[in-house]
């Protein structure tokens, strides 16, 4: 035979079974989205049997998140306080580093906590307080969502930061606006850029999320009576120059809202 139909051949099996795998994959892919989606409607029937509802749209898609670790990371600090004074001299008393620029004077401390204080020109706002904030802590290398938006003669804009898309509850700031102008920032961030920690386990998935978090419940003694809504995050832990960033899901009820730890089920009132 010809090496050139020999070759077709070979062509023709491997396309084949090539096409067997994808569908082998697809076929998969379905099962697992199906016996995914057979476990959350299970668990929601299981409240309901219970006397608790889930109101519509309140699960999240399916996302497995990770524990990490925070270094202390100062160069990025004098790089955001650069970022929004202008250039700085910098002062550390041991208890927080400090600095001061044209446009303000800020300070970091090892748990997290920041504050900066600007001049009355230093970031006029013209237009959308919220945008502004949002574009203003982009630009210095930080993702955040808005909270809230409280409007008046001093309008404050509550953020929360996230790392890849999924919020930190517990890194949360105001950007505070005066006389058309931003005033002072003021909350908690993440220390530095988190890293995976290799031996951590990943959160559970919803609907191990929900029997959990009902049972706990019970077991703590809260009533409540309706699941508002069901998100995935990190509560960050720590101090110094470590911060740990904990998986949890954060329910909100009609009777509250608490955080849950995403490994061990355990509850906290936030």
């Not at 850029?193 to 959990?212: C, K, N």
Request: glycine residues 12%.
């Amino acid at each position: 035979m010809e090496w050139s139909k020999i070759k077709n051949i070979i062509i023709l099996i491997l396309l084949a079974v090539n096409v067997f795998l994808l569908v082998q994959v697809a076929q998969r892919e379905r099962q697992s989205r199906q016996y995914l989606e057979e476990s959350r409607s299970g668990a929601v029937e299981v409240l309901r049997q219970q006397g608790y509802e889930v109101a519509d749209g309140a699960l999240p898609e399916e996302s497995s998140l990770i524990p990490c670790t925070v270094e202390r990371d100062r160069d990025g600090e004098e790089a955001l306080a650069a970022y929004l004074l202008g250039a700085v001299h910098k002062t550390d008393d041991g208890v927080r580093t400090a600095y001061e620029g044209e446009k303000g004077g800020g300070w970091f401390r090892s748990d997290g906590s920041f504050a900066f204080t600007f001049t009355a020109d230093a970031y006029p706002v013209t237009g959308d307080e919220a945008a502004h904030a949002l574009k203003l802590l982009d630009g210095g290398g930080y993702a955040y969502e808005v909270v809230s938006t409280k409007i008046g003669e001093t309008t404050v804009v509550s953020v929360r930061q996230t790392w890849e898309g999924a919020p930190v509850f517990s890194c949360r700031a105001e950007l505070t606006y005066q006389n058309g102008a931003l005033a002072s920032i003021a909350g908690t961030r993440l220390i530095g850029t988190p890293a995976q920690d290799g031996g951590g386990e990943q959160s559970m998935d919803v609907s191990t999320a929900l029997i959990r978090f009902m049972s706990g419940m019970r077991e703590e003694g809260h009533v409540f009576t309706k699941i508002e809504s069901l998100t995935s995050g990190y509560r960050a832990t720590g101090s110094g120059r470590r911060m740990e960033l904990e998986p949890v899901w954060q329910v909100t009820t009609n009777a509250g809202v608490f955080l849950m730890d995403g490994v061990t089920g355990e509850l906290n009132i936030e």
